[in-house]
């Protein structure tokens, strides 16, 4: 009788691998902008948390401060706007940079290390029952069943700079200052709506060498990140 258990049991998870809670990077991002002249050092902490192990940094430019009289060279208006999603989420009375967002459920001020770090061991310990993602051939994502956040899921496709760079800025706040990034995101691509149960997904074509993918699935209108996936063989 005990060798049959055994055997239903291991034909059980092996039907249903999402039961298994897989490990994934937490995601740790950065809404800043260049006309920001509290925000060079927090990109420079950002720039440490990218080489810890087990984290995703993505750095957002916002286009809000460019009135100042530098036009932030990163910055898009859909950043901007992922920004305000995670503003009406969080319940936040306005956006402000720099800011701290990790695995999309909690955030903090860019510029305090310590809340920054309780956010991320938070988070390495949160139980993430996120379904499996699996990148297929022919442009093509595959994205397992699983458990659907009230209020329903989106796919994104993030395309980011994993390399370190400095950006030289010339007039605003900041004129003459440096400004040091890592992560900086370049594309953002929702590819529809995750309903829980298993479903494949079109990539866009990807334009831009040398970026990185990672897709996430994410509760909508800014909710939490319940599945973060790099493309395989991507730099860390």
């Known amino acids: 009788m005990r060798r049959v258990f055994l055997f239903l049991s291991v034909c059980v998870a092996a039907a249903v691998p999402n039961l298994a809670v897989a490990r994934r990077p937490v995601v740790v991002e950065l809404f800043t902008a260049q006309g920001c002249s509290s925000c060079v050092k927090a990109n420079g902490l950002?720039?440490?948390?990218?080489?810890?192990?087990?984290?995703?940094?993505?750095?957002?430019?916002?286009?809000?401060?460019?009135?100042?009289?530098?036009?932030?060279t990163f910055a898009k208006p859909e950043f901007t706007e992922r920004q305000r999603r995670y503003e009406r989420r969080l319940s936040l009375r306005d956006v402000y940079t720099p800011q701290v967002v990790v695995d999309g459920a909690s955030q903090s001020p860019g510029?305090?290390?310590?809340?920054?770090?309780?956010?991320?061991?938070?988070?390495?310990?949160?139980?993430?029952?996120?379904?499996?993602?699996?990148?297929?051939?022919?442009?093509?994502?595959?994205?397992?069943?699983?458990?659907?956040?009230?209020?329903?899921?989106?796919v994104w496709l993030v395309r980011y700079d994993p390399k370190p760079q400095d950006i030289e800025v010339t007039a605003g706040d900041n004129s003459g200052a440096k400004v040091p990034y890592r992560g900086v995101v370049r594309q953002i691509s929702r590819l529809g709506e995750w309903t829980g149960k298993s479903s494949i997904f079109k990539i866009p074509s990807l334009s831009g060498p040398g970026l990185n993918t990672l897709v996430l699935v994410q509760a909508a209108r800014g909710g939490p990140i319940i599945a973060a996936t790099p493309e395989p063989d991507a730099e860390p």
């Open 46 to 72: 950002l720039g440490q948390i990218a080489d810890r192990p087990g984290v995703v940094v993505l750095t957002w430019s916002v286009d809000y401060w460019d009135y100042l009289g530098w036009k932030d």
């Open 111 to 154: 510029d305090k290390p310590a809340e920054i770090d309780a956010l991320i061991q938070q988070a390495r310990h949160a139980v993430k029952p996120g379904p499996e993602v699996r990148f297929l051939s022919h442009g093509r994502l595959a994205v397992g069943v699983g458990r659907r956040p009230q209020g329903g899921a989106d």
